[in-house]
């Protein structure tokens, strides 16, 4: 029977009546030890010798937020493998780091990452929520699961999984819904064996539970869910209204020199989008599309998709520079070297409000102010290419002024799968000869 609470803290959040909280944690872990799912960071509930390593749950917790376990899998391998202490990530670069999460997204958790590497290298690992709710990047979500899954203490953790778990096992349903969850989750939270317990409830929710065809015959809650007895399972939960995403537009710069043997990157400091990760020269992204510019071959326009975005971006291509010298680089263009050849006041902070470099960055500034200093990028110094003017070590502002790479070692430099994707749409239709030579009209997909 359906009943209707108007009292305080439900309101009016519909909910089944809720069996005994000690049955409803045995029937979820008595499944969990049949039925758990097998991952490189957890251990199974059937090893009594094992302890689980809080550096490993840390790592995966972190891979996991709005990542699918199964792309994290062969991600986590490689993190381990590069950095199987925390010592070793505390003493990597950021830039060690950000190869190795390449193609995860979401790269802020990068830097997170390894500001809490540093930050527990010398004070020790958290032995509580509260200590680890203080590292960067851990929400109340992260560090219930870790405090409960590594350490085996009592914590609520509420993930998407979990949240669709309650809300049809309880009918829980209006427009408060969410923010009534973990309070349920509380209320039937396990005696013992916490970690097992919110492990149980995750893999329910992924492989029993699921968004779409839930398999509601193998769940061990099925008796007494509400959303079962009324046969339309996938009603619950109120499906949360997400705005439509904004279409962007932008234009990207890719320029390699006369060989085609490197290409020309900049580094960006940390915040923004894409914030710390190395890129090619482009506009900003407007919301109507802007003119296409002159003097580049047109490559292709690539769709790209983001949490709130959907960016379409034109590629173009460039060998060495408008203005060839001998076959190298016009001086007016680049020359690092040359003081006088800094960036005027607009291009100093690189990133505008949408993360990316403005094109034609490097203008000439008749002032003898220095560049303003920018977090700096340690990368292994390349071999320019010949006739190529390249920065001296005491005026190398990766964040400003850029450097060539070899294309053969892009692959060593953080790179966001967009980036990814422009270098290979560049590549691709120079090497089939499909380029379009600009000025022309170009549409967007």
């Keep these: 029977m359906v009943m209707q609470r108007t009292a305080n803290p439900l309101k009016s959040v519909q909910f089944r009546s809720r069996p005994l909280k000690k049955a409803f944690a045995e029937h979820v872990l008595r499944w969990y030890d049949q039925n ?61 780091v950000l190869v190795l999460w390449q193609g995860l997204g979401y790269y802020r958790r990068a830097h997170h990452l390894h500001r809490a590497a540093k930050i527990m290298a010398h ?12 590292l960067p990047g851990i929400g109340p979500y992260t560090a219930a699961a870790i405090t409960a899954i590594a350490q085996n203490q009592r914590a609520v953790a509420v993930d998407g999984n979990i949240r669709r ?30 970690g097992d317990y919110t492990q149980a409830l995750m893999d329910l929710g992924a492989s029993v539970c699921k968004t779409k065809n839930p398999a509601c015959t193998q769940c061990p809650l099925v008796d007494q869910c509400h959303a079962f007895s009324t046969g339309t399972p996938t009603k619950w939960p109120t499906k949360i209204v997400k705005s439509q995403k904004k279409k962007q537009f932008g234009h990207v710069y890719v320029v390699f020199d006369d060989q085609k043997e490197h290409v020309f990157m900049h580094a960006t400091p940390e915040g923004g989008v894409l914030g710390g990760l190395w890129r090619f020269p482009g506009s900003s992204w407007e919301l109507q599309p802007p003119p ?32 060839k010298k001998n076959g ?67 005026q190398d502002h990766d964040h400003i002024l850029g450097r060539w790479i070899p294309l053969n070692r892009v692959h060593e430099y953080p790179l966001s799968r967009l980036m990814q994707n422009v270098l290979n749409q560049a590549r691709s239709s120079v090497s089939s000869g499909t380029i379009a030579m600009a000025p022309r009209h170009t549409e967007w997909v």
């Design 36 to 96: 758990q799912r097998t991952f490189p960071w957890r251990i199974s509930p059937n090893d009594h010798e094992t302890a689980p390593s809080p550096y490993r749950t840390w790592i995966s917790e972190m891979m996991l937020q709005q990542t699918g376990a199964s792309t994290v899998v062969p991600y986590f391998h490689r993190f381990i493998q590069t950095f199987p202490t925390l010592n070793d990530l505390a003493q990597a670069s950021i830039d060690q």
């Design 123 to 134: 004070q020790g690992i958290p032995l509580s929520y509260d200590g680890w709710l203080a």
């Design 165 to 194: 778990v309650f809300s049809r096992y309880f009918g829980m349903d209006g427009p408060d819904w969410v923010s009534h969850v973990w309070k349920k989750a509380d209320e039937q939270l396990a005696d013992t064996r916490w």
């Design 292 to 323: 296409d510019p002159t003097g580049y071959d047109f490559s292709g326009t690539l769709v790209h998709l983001f949490t709130h975005i959907t960016l379409h971006l034109k590629v173009w291509v460039d060998w060495g520079a408008r203005g």
């Design 328 to 394: 190298s680089l016009d001086d007016e263009y680049t020359n690092p070297s040359d003081t006088s050849m800094l960036l005027s006041d607009e291009y100093k902070n690189p990133l505008n409000d949408s993360g990316i470099l403005l094109p034609h960055p490097f203008k000439t500034m008749h002032s003898d102010a220095p560049p303003k200093e920018l977090p700096h990028t340690s990368q292994p110094k390349e071999t320019p290419p010949v006739g190529v003017p390249q920065p001296t070590p005491s």
